[in-house]
């Protein structure tokens, strides 16, 4: 970088400020195990941080599912999907997803973040007037402030206030709604059956981001939008939770598939996923919709959960495996993370900018590799914490 060059002192002077504010993060190597989480120091910690809440990141049916696919199908795909990196693989994971999820066509992303991006970069215009709930995620949000339209954005899950914002933009071209199925660091649901009807009042397009829903809710673990009896416009499914993997779908009519195919430049130059990936991903299509013992038990841990702490308000109640304890301040949250640790229970320690300030959470997760005792012992532990008795 030339010497007379300003980044290098702004690059310093932000990580420095991130410090002091106790916000600074960096990355560390763990190695999973049996829903156990193992350090670079060799200390073992149950993981309730994770987003695999079906258990499928090392099923061991998911696992040999990759390992044909790749015998079959090779390492990687070659190309981008229009070039000649689409397979049928890939076909066959699109067909399936649309069975499933009720929608003519899958578009098929490498990640939940291009995924939001493509669709609300391609779709939307200048005088066009996109509609998010104020908690949504990074990448559509991120999206939304990038692209041509106006972006308003809602007090979270309140009716009214789209309802009043979609009529006052009568005029725009196209009004486009975008929520999330369930939030991701506040574990809610969205209102979606009355947020359909308000859109359709509205003629408003309704875009779901069920990145957490699906797998989780709904009948054969449809998601949200079937939780809530909905169909939106467009859903976007993502494989890197309950799916245990990665990558992104986007569910659509095959108008918008079209479009996307000519217009979404997140698809159109992006190489695509491998193949034995695609192949893969149906496996865990078919293991979700079937194992509904799954979905059973996350729901009793869940309830156990609750038992446990159902005196402390800090520890919000919700009906998905996202169990939010908010503790305000940053300090006061990092030191219950820690305590937390060290009594071999990894949680998420959130901390603005991802939540807003004084917000400061453990975001705890469930997942099918916990046992009623692990969640038990869990809980009892962040109620001793929240009681101010540590040492327990
Ligand atoms: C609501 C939501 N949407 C999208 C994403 C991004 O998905 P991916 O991790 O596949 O990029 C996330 C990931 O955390 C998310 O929580």
Request: proline share 4%; charged share 20%.
């Amino acid at each position: 970088m030339s010497e007379s060059s300003r980044l290098p002192s702004r690059i310093a002077q932000k990580l420095a400020e991130r410090q002091q504010q106790g916000l600074h993060r960096s990355v560390r190597a763990f190695h999973h195990q049996d829903g156990k989480l193992i350090d670079e120091h060799n200390n073992t910690y149950l993981n309730f941080s994770g987003n695999d809440y079906l258990g499928l990141a090392n099923d061991p049916a998911l696992i040999s599912a990759w390992q044909d696919g790749l015998s079959l199908y090779g390492a990687g795909s070659t190309a981008s999907p229009l070039v000649t990196g689409f397979s049928h693989a890939h076909q066959a994971l699109e067909a399936s997803l649309c069975e499933w999820l009720g929608f003519d066509k899958a578009l098929l992303f490498n990640s939940g973040f291009s995924a939001n991006q493509a669709v609300i970069f391609s779709l939307l215009e200048k005088g066009d007037v996109l509609f998010q709930d104020k908690l949504n995620h990074a990448s559509l949000m991120e999206a939304g402030i990038l692209s041509e339209a106006t972006m308003l954005r809602f007090l979270h899950n309140n009716i009214a206030k789209l309802d009043s914002g979609l009529k006052n933009q009568a005029d725009a071209p196209s009004r486009f709604v975008i929520t999330e199925g369930v939030f991701s660091m506040d574990g809610d649901l969205s209102p979606l059956a009355d947020i359909a009807s308000v859109c359709r009042a509205n003629e408003a397009c309704l875009m779901v981001d069920d990145a957490h829903g699906i797998g989780v809710l709904g009948k054969e673990g449809r998601g949200s939008c079937d939780n809530a009896g909905i169909q939106p416009d467009i859903l976007i499914v993502t494989f890197g939770k309950a799916f245990g993997m990665m990558g992104a779908a986007v569910m659509c009519s095959a108008q918008v598939h079209d479009y996307l195919t000519q217009f979404a430049r997140h698809y159109v130059y992006s190489t695509a996923m491998p193949p034995a990936q695609a192949y893969a991903l149906s496996k865990a299509v078919s293991i979700i919709r079937k194992d509904n013992w799954r979905r059973e038990k996350l729901h009793e841990l869940s309830s156990r959960f609750h038992r446990v702490l159902s005196e402390h308000h800090e520890v919000v109640e919700t009906q998905t495996p996202i169990k939010p304890v908010v503790l305000g301040d940053v300090t006061t949250m990092l030191t219950a993370a820690e305590h937390l640790k060290s009594a071999g229970f990894w949680t998420g320690a959130i901390r603005p900018p991802t939540v807003p300030p004084n917000s400061s959470r453990l975001r705890i997760t469930l997942s099918v590799n916990q046992t009623l005792d692990d969640v038990n012992a869990l809980a009892r532990k962040v109620r001793h914490i929240l009681e101010g008795d540590r040492h327990e």
